[in-house]
Structures are given as structure tokens and as C-alpha cells.
């Protein structure tokens, strides 16, 4: 129980704790079915086959025991072995990819792209990367073995994308259109568009059973959360802004190992709400630095590095008080703190498969981060190209890659 933090208990006229006791007895808690309402989900006591030929564990209440165990350091599948090195940068500004050598912190080369690639991102079965051109329409994919880009395939919107944790469906989230595009995760072609009520569709993350997502609205400050099983929305949830003194703007979205907990960045709080994604409610918030964006586990699920981009605005300028705070996800608090000399504006990015380093984009310095895990130096700046996003390093450990800069399983 979080009875310290914990606050806004409450919606749709049913108390948080008649909310729990629904939730054991009936392992479903029903949702508002609009925005500023809430939805549950069916408790998962079983372990969950995947066709990637592995498992998660959970348990009796539903909670997986570490959802990153199989993301461990240098836990590379065969696909991922074969990849080469390289660290990859989208410039936004710039419609161009810049490949990076991680070992010489050298950009090695770099390549045009369709207009605003935004993010970089594992497929499924990590034989490829895609570069997601938001403003041309067309996905740019990436041999892994040899770090060769090859001809475009179109998709409408891309902003982001994922994967359906049992690899049927790619997710694009496209955000202008307030829609999440089911496509075939092969061929890339549109089964079924889901439209929501919230806007500025982000970033998601999955409940440890595999059954519902939970994707961020930045633009609305709302969580929406779906069901994958009938590809339908089953609630909303509004980030009461009147709690904290500012509007909510949720970012990166990311489980705690034991998936009973969502940290949601919020980059006009300055922190991590802490969401039930059961309830889909929230129950606590850390404060961490200005700007909270991004949200990445460290190879053993003990902690998770939040980007502090140093802007509380999309329009952000040169050299802000970015920084990097380190959560323990269990102890729920900041444990450490790295800041950048001179400033700068940390915005997406990964660890390494070993663990020891954290690569993110300086989105708006036009740089690339490198930070050593173990120390919390910042040990290399590296100038890429205008505005530099989801930047990927590959590879990366896992079974399967369920989207995004790389959320591993």
C-alpha cells in the first residue's frame, strides 16, 4: 500500500478499495469507456506461451516475476548475434540516419531517409530495423548483418511502432491520425485502424499477460488503454493535472520488472506518475528532472534510466539542465542523479547489450550521449544531424522485440 503517495484514487464513482476487491473476485474491473474514465484487466495466473518459443512466468496475482529476464546482458538470440554493432541515430531535421561505430564513438556513415524519421525499431523477430519516415509515409528498413539501408515501404503516419506481444500484428501508432494501424507484421499491410479520443498518441507498454496496452497521449494527457484480444479500447484515463499544479504531458511508458506497475514520463510534471495497469489508475509520482521523457530498464530490471530533456516544451533550445535520474523500480524513488556539463537535452535511446552504457539522442543539441551505467559519467558526445530521436543500439538481448527503441523480452 502507497498511503504516503498516493492520490486520486477514484473514478467513475467507485472507491479504489472496492476497485481491489473487484479485481480478486472477478479478475476484470470494468472501464468508463471514454476519456477520463478507467479499465481493468483479467488477472493472468498462468504462464503465457509466445511464438517466439519462450515464456513468461507470472504469479498466483498476476504479476510477472521479471518480465526482463530474457533481456539479460548479453543475452543475445541468434538473430541478434548476427547483427553487426552500430549505434543508429534518426535526425529528424535532417531526413537521414547516422550509423555510429560504438566502439571508436564515431559516426561511420550516413544515409537519407523519407522526411522526419522519428524512431528506430527492432522487428519483431529482429531481422530487421525500421526507420519510421513520419512525414513521408514510408518505413525505411535496415539490414542488422550489415547496417544497409534498402528501399522504402509505404505506411501511412508512423510516429511509432510495436509489436503484439504473440508477434501476429505490428501496432503503428499513428498519431496524427488518432489511430493504432493493426498491420501484418511481415508485409506491413493494414488489417484494422482503431481510432481514440485522446491526442499526440505516443509511446505503449504491455500487461505482463500479454493482453491489454496501455499507450500514452501527450497532447490530451490521457492514458488509453486497449485490449488486444478484441482490438478494442476498454478505457481512458485522464493525468489530473490539478494534483501536481501543471498540465499532464505523458511521454515514454515502461513496467516494473514484476509488471504491476506502469512509470509514465511526464514531460511537463518533471517526473514518473506510478500507474495500476490493472485499474488503470494512478497510485504515486516521483519527481526527477525537468522535462521526464524517456524510460529504459537496465539489462537487470533493477533500475530504470529517465531521460530529463531539460525542456518542459516540444520547441526546446541548446544546452538546458538535461539529465539523466536513475528509479529503483521496487524501492519506487530516484537513487541517482547524472547530470550533463554544459547542459544538454537527453530524449530517447537504450542500453547496451552488456549493461555498462546508456546511449541516448541530444535532441536538441544535435548530439549523442553516451553514459557509463556503473558511474553515471557522461563519457562521450558525439555531433550527429538536426535533431536526433529514437535513436537504436543494436543489438540488443531478448526473445523478441515488442517495438519501440527496443522494449526486449
Request: proline residues 7%; charged residues 20%.
Amino acid at each position: 500500500m502507497r498511503s504516503s503517495r498516493v492520490f486520486g484514487l477514484e473514478s467513475c464513482g467507485v472507491a479504489a478499495g472496492t476497485i481491489a476487491l473487484m479485481a480478486i473476485a472477478a479478475g476484470l474491473i470494468a472501464g468508463c469507456g471514454k476519456p477520463g474514465g478507467s479499465a481493468g484487466a483479467k488477472a493472468a495466473d498462468a504462464t503465457r506461451s509466445d511464438s517466439a518459443g519462450g515464456s513468461v512466468a507470472t504469479s498466483a496475482s498476476g504479476g510477472a516475476t521479471n518480465i526482463y529476464a530474457a533481456a539479460g546482458p548479453n543475452m543475445l538470440s541468434p538473430a541478434a548475434a548476427r547483427a553487426k554493432p552500430l549505434v543508429y541515430v534518426p535526425n529528424s531535421l535532417s531526413a537521414s540516419v547516422s550509423v555510429i561505430d560504438p566502439a571508436k564513438y564515431t559516426v561511420v556513415r550516413t544515409f537519407h531517409t523519407g522526411n522526419v524519421p522519428q524512431h528506430i525499431v527492432p522487428s519483431y523477430d529482429l531481422s530487421r530495423l525500421w526507420v519510421l519516415n513520419n512525414k513521408s509515409g514510408t518505413l525505411t528498413p535496415i539490414d542488422p548483418v550489415t547496417g544497409r539501408d534498402s528501399t522504402p515501404v509505404p505506411v501511412d503516419d508512423p510516429y511509432n511502432l510495436y509489436y503484439t506481444p504473440d508477434g501476429k500484428y505490428a501496432i503503428v501508432i499513428a498519431e496524427r491520425r488518432q489511430r493504432l494501424d493493426f498491420r501484418d507484421r511481415q508485409t506491413m499491410q493494414l488489417e484494422k485502424s482503431v481510432h481514440v479520443q485522446c491526442k499526440g498518441l505516443d509511446h505503449m507498454e504491455f500487461t505482463s499477460d500479454g493482453r491489454y496496452v496501455v499507450a500514452t497521449c501527450e497532447f490530451s494527457g490521457h492514458l488509453v488503454k486497449l485490449d488486444l484480444e478484441t482490438q478494442t479500447v476498454a478505457g481512458y484515463l485522464l493525468l489530473d493535472p490539478d494534483k501536481l499544479g501543471t498540465a499532464a504531458m505523458p511521454q515514454d511508458i515502461r513496467s516494473s520488472p514484476d509488471g504491476r506497475v506502469f512509470f509514465v514520463a511526464d514531460m511537463k510534471a518533471n517526473g514518473v506518475y506510478l500507474i495500476d495497469p490493472v485499474a488503470l489508475k494512478r497510485i504515486g509520482f516521483i519527481p526527477t528532472g525537468r522535462g521526464a521523457h524517456g524510460i529504459y530498464p537496465s539489462r537487470d530490471g533493477t533500475k530504470l534510466y529517465v531521460t530529463n530533456r531539460g525542456w518542459n516544451t516540444i520547441m526546446g533550445g541548446r544546452h538546458g539542465p538535461g539529465s539523466i535520474s536513475v528509479i529503483d523500480p521496487a524501492k519506487e524513488k530516484v537513487v541517482a542523479n547524472w547530470p550533463i556539463p554544459g547542459g544538454g537535452s537527453p530524449d530517447m535511446g537504450n542500453v547496451t547489450a552488456d549493461g555498462k552504457e546508456l546511449w541516448v539522442s541530444g535532441r536538441y543539441d544535435d548530439e549523442v550521449y553516451v553514459f557509463d551505467t556503473d558511474t553515471g559519467k557522461l563519457t562521450h558526445r558525439i555531433p550527429v544531424g538536426r535533431e536526433p530521436h529514437g535513436l537504436c543500439v543494436w543489438p540488443q538481448p531478448g526473445r523478441y522485440s515488442l517495438g519501440h527503441t527496443g522494449n526486449m523480452r
